[in-house]
């Protein structure tokens, strides 16, 4: 990873833990003694499907991981540094590779902006053009266009490419300008995916309206996501919190935080197109949200959010079998990876077995955590940096490195010593 000539100096300054070694006790894993909802957005935060085509990414996804599988190859220590997010959380969290990265900002009355770094996240400069845009998610699709997912304030538009041609001064294209239906328009958008055959999914940030662009097609409003608003226009319609595209298909999570926690799988009705069958993974009486997930194959994904009945971290492991059928998903508590804090996932990183989650604790004045396992997400051992305040996004940038972020500016880079 390219730093900047004072980076290493500074690291050295400001390093708040002890390098880390992942196999190890709580001791030397930099895991703070305290035991512990996101923003609205994929996280980027975390991930999705497969990965766009930035260096290292792999065709036709977008994962959200990048460079080489991971192999940190010696001891990793944790650096923060200054994000750009300081009146606000970050949102939207995307690298091509290891060295060039974006952040959007986007949760608060403080959250414009468009971010970029070329140091892995070391610096970041703003991108002028984007002053008046919220970005709630940001991704490369696997046509190689930089697409943002928010609101342009001055403009009105919520979906938008981004135009690159000048390094120096990148630019926003809207795509879709919301209609004037109160029921479906998307005003601002939490969630832009991009299938590789060029479909391209939106939802509401504040509802369950979303839009769909059919491959070579116009943006089509619809007021709910459901498959059952195939048969009923006035079917109730859903809250997601994450979609994602894999094999040209549609793959979502979410709920309120006063309903079971759902995963949303491409529907198999005969007319479906962009539309979710829901599947409740939290039994009726429990309460959840899922705010990230990942998917490596039909048969085997991961997700993860909050448990609000209970107040603890929440994930499930579909490792083979039907994922309709609900018993075909594993909970995967941390408590067996003795892992006992209260609180939530905000967002995850995956990068072949190796799976990174980030969130937050409760109460508030805990922080938040850094997990992390290299089974696939079976089992995990707390990696939190020293005074980590509640985190947001995880991004892998390759080699075992990562950066996490989270509100108020914070970012921490996890390196090679």
């Not at 892995?120 to 190689?144: A, C, H, K, L, N």
């Not at 509802?207 to 006035?234: K, M, N, R, V």
């Not at 998917?295 to 107040?311: C, F, L, P, Y």
């Not at 985190?391 to 996890?414: H, I």
Request: with cysteine; net charge negative; charged share 20%.
């Amino acid at each position: 990873m390219r730093r900047s000539p004072n980076f290493w100096l500074t690291a050295a300054l400001l390093v708040l833990s002890p390098a880390c070694d992942l196999g190890g006790s709580d001791d030397d894993t930099g895991n703070s003694d305290a035991t512990g909802d996101a923003p609205g957005g994929d996280t980027m935060g975390a991930t999705e499907g497969t990965g766009g085509t930035g260096p290292g990414a792999s065709e036709g996804a977008d994962d959200e991981s990048s460079g080489d599988p991971v192999d940190p190859g010696g001891p990793m220590v944790w650096v923060p540094v200054g994000g750009p997010c300081a009146g606000s959380g970050t949102n939207a969290l995307w690298f091509d590779d290891a060295n060039v990265g974006f952040v959007g900002c986007g949760e608060n009355a403080d959250g414009e902006g468009l971010y970029t770094t070329i140091d892995g996240g070391t610096t970041w400069e703003s991108q002028m053009r984007f002053g008046e845009v919220r970005v709630m998610d940001i991704r490369r699709g696997p046509d190689g266009v930089l697409y943002g997912a928010g609101i342009h304030q001055l403009d009105g538009y919520s979906v938008f490419s981004i135009d690159e041609s000048d390094p120096e001064r990148l630019d926003p294209r809207g795509l879709y300008q919301p209609g004037t239906s109160a029921f479906s328009a998307v005003n601002q958008a939490e969630n832009v995916a991009v299938t590789g055959d060029g479909e391209i999914l939106i939802d509401s940030l504040t509802g369950t309206s979303c839009a769909h662009q059919p491959a070579g097609g116009e943006f089509t409003e619809y007021e709910s996501l459901s498959e059952a608003a195939i048969a009923d226009p006035d079917a109730p319609g859903i809250q997601v919190r994450r979609i994602l595209a894999h094999d040209n298909s549609f793959y979502a999570v979410g709920s309120l935080i006063n309903d079971p926690a759902r995963v949303h799988l491409p529907s198999m009705l005969p007319d479906a197109t962009f539309h979710f069958q829901s599947v409740e993974l939290q039994p009726e009486t429990r309460d959840g949200e899922l705010l990230d997930m990942h998917i490596w194959d039909s048969t085997h994904m991961i997700v993860a959010g909050h448990d609000q009945s209970e107040r603890y971290p929440l994930m499930y492991l579909l490792d083979g079998g039907d994922p309709y059928m609900v018993d075909s998903w594993e909970q995967i508590e941390l408590w067996d990876s003795d892992l006992e804090y209260e609180g939530g996932y905000n967002g995850i990183a995956v990068d072949g077995d190796v799976v990174v989650g980030v969130g937050e604790k409760i109460p508030t004045s805990q922080g938040g955590f850094v997990v992390h396992s290299t089974d696939g997400g079976r089992t995990f051992v707390d990696i939190t940096p020293e005074g980590a305040g509640a985190l947001s996004r995880v991004f892998m940038l390759g080699n075992g490195e990562l950066v996490v972020a989270g509100g108020g500016g914070e970012m921490w880079l996890y390196v090679s010593e």
